[in-house]
Nanobody
Framework: QVQLVESGGGLVQAGGSLRLSCAVS????????MGWFRQAPGKEREFVAA????????NYADSVKDRFTISRDNAKNTVYLQMNSLNPEDTAVYYC?????????????????WGQGTQVTVSS
C-alpha cells in the first residue's frame, strides 16, 4: 500500500522560509509523478507545484513561482517543497500527492495517492 507522509509544516513569520518533505513508501519512485497542493480555510484545494518523476520538469502555480521550489530525491523516496518569502496568503494545509506517469501534472484529479497534510501558518 502506498503511503505519503508530509512533514516540515509550522508557524513562520511573513518573509520567512519553510521546507516541506513528503516521504513515499510502498512503491518505487520510478515513473511516479509528484505534486504539492494546498487548501486554505474556506477555500478549495489548489495546485502549488508538481515535478516529473525524473525531476527534469517542474510546474508551478503563478502565485508561488519564483518563491517556491519543488525537488525530489528518488534515492530517498522523498519530495521537497522549499518555500521562501512566505506571506499570510500562503497559510494553508499542504498536501503531497502522487500518481503513475512521467509528467509534472497540475490537475489534482489526476492524482491517486495523497498524504494527510501538514499545516503551514504564516503570521503577519
Amino acid at each position: 500500500q502506498v503511503q505519503l507522509v508530509e512533514s516540515g509544516g509550522g508557524l513562520v513569520q511573513a518573509g520567512g522560509s519553510l521546507r516541506l518533505s513528503c516521504a513515499v513508501s510502498g512503491r518505487t519512485m520510478f515513473n511516479y509523478a509528484m505534486g504539492w497542493f494546498r487548501q486554505a480555510p474556506g477555500k478549495e484545494r489548489e495546485f502549488v507545484a508538481a515535478i516529473a518523476w525524473s525531476g527534469g520538469i517542474n510546474n508551478y502555480a503563478d502565485s508561488v513561482k519564483d518563491r517556491f521550489t519543488i525537488s525530489r530525491d528518488n534515492a530517498k523516496n522523498t519530495v521537497y517543497l522549499q518555500m521562501n518569502s512566505l506571506n499570510p496568503e500562503d497559510t494553508a494545509v499542504y498536501y503531497c500527492a502522487g500518481r503513475n506517469g512521467p509528467f509534472a501534472y497540475t490537475n489534482q484529479d489526476l492524482y491517486d495517492d495523497w498524504g494527510q497534510g501538514t499545516q503551514v501558518t504564516v503570521s503577519s
